[in-house]
């Protein structure tokens, strides 16, 4: 009976996964699954059995469901923050580098919690025919080993802080 019970929730489980579609570019970049991908999956199998120890009889299915949605929703949103921490620490960097590192400096990053790491390389400022200062600059990311460059340009904005516009 255990057994039926855990392919239950299992089934159920993969049924309310695919019915929710990922976002656009979810797991392009790195060409496979995203954390948040896994955070949802693994809260949803473990909402799905919790919820399947409470209740009897068609209480026991809502309760099964109501688990593994629950779960699946708490998961997404913690997958969600470990990719935002990356991007936290890139902007960290972005921003610093922006300000105050000469042209051509690389200046490094890390998320000691996932290993995800870069650089961000800015160029020699200018100012624009509007008055506004930006820098271009060029960017090293690794994520789950795999490495992604990039450039772009960033303008300063009245508040201080750089803001990229292409």
């Not at 039926?4 to 929730?9: A, D, E, G, H, M």
């Not at 999956?41 to 299915?61: N, P």
């Not at 060029?138 to 992604?148: F, P």
Request: proline residues 6%.
């Amino acid at each position: 009976m255990k057994f039926q019970r855990f392919i239950s929730v299992v089934l159920i489980t993969s049924m309310l996964v695919g019915c929710n579609p990922p976002p656009h570019g979810a797991g392009q970049q790195t060409g496979g699954i995203s954390k948040q991908d896994i955070g949802g999956l693994l809260g949803a199998v473990g909402g799905g059995v919790v919820g399947s120890t409470m209740g009897k009889g068609r209480g026991q299915i809502a309760t099964t469901i109501a688990g593994a949605m629950l779960g699946g929703m708490l998961g997404n949103s913690l997958g969600r923050s470990l990719d935002s921490a990356d991007a936290s620490y890139y902007n960290q960097a972005t921003q610093t580098a922006l300000e105050t590192a000469p042209a051509g400096r690389p200046l490094p990053w890390k998320n000691p919690e996932s290993g995800n790491y870069g650089t961000v390389i800015p160029d020699t400022p200018y100012r624009q025919t509007d008055g506004r200062y930006c820098r271009e600059y060029t960017q090293k990311v690794v994520v789950g080993g795999q490495t992604k460059s990039g450039y772009g340009t960033a303008c300063r904005q009245p508040d201080g802080t750089w803001q990229i516009v292409k």
